[in-house]
């Protein structure tokens, strides 16, 4: 299972190194609601850090097999999951 459309909105602040009120605010959600997001991207990654979370995202993004014109560009999906 991956993540929502909005979990990959907030993961996408995370990777830029957005706090919760900017990404908050980009998204016009209140930061409590950012945190509960991140909260629920670190339990479905199963990690325990944002830092985590990016590792996850690099690592997918960049052994994708169609990375020139992969779909995800930096949306997170598990590793099972194809871009295609």
Known sequence: M???P???KVMSGMVFGKTDKEIGVTLGISHRTV????GDIL???RVTTRGGAIKIL???HYTCPH???CKMRLMPQLPQECCT
């Open 2 to 4: 991956g993540l929502t």
């Open 6 to 8: 909005r979990q990959g």
């Open 35 to 38: 945190s509960g997001h991140i």
């Open 43 to 45: 339990r479905v990654l």
């Open 58 to 60: 690099i690592d997918v």
């Open 67 to 69: 990375m020139a014109q």
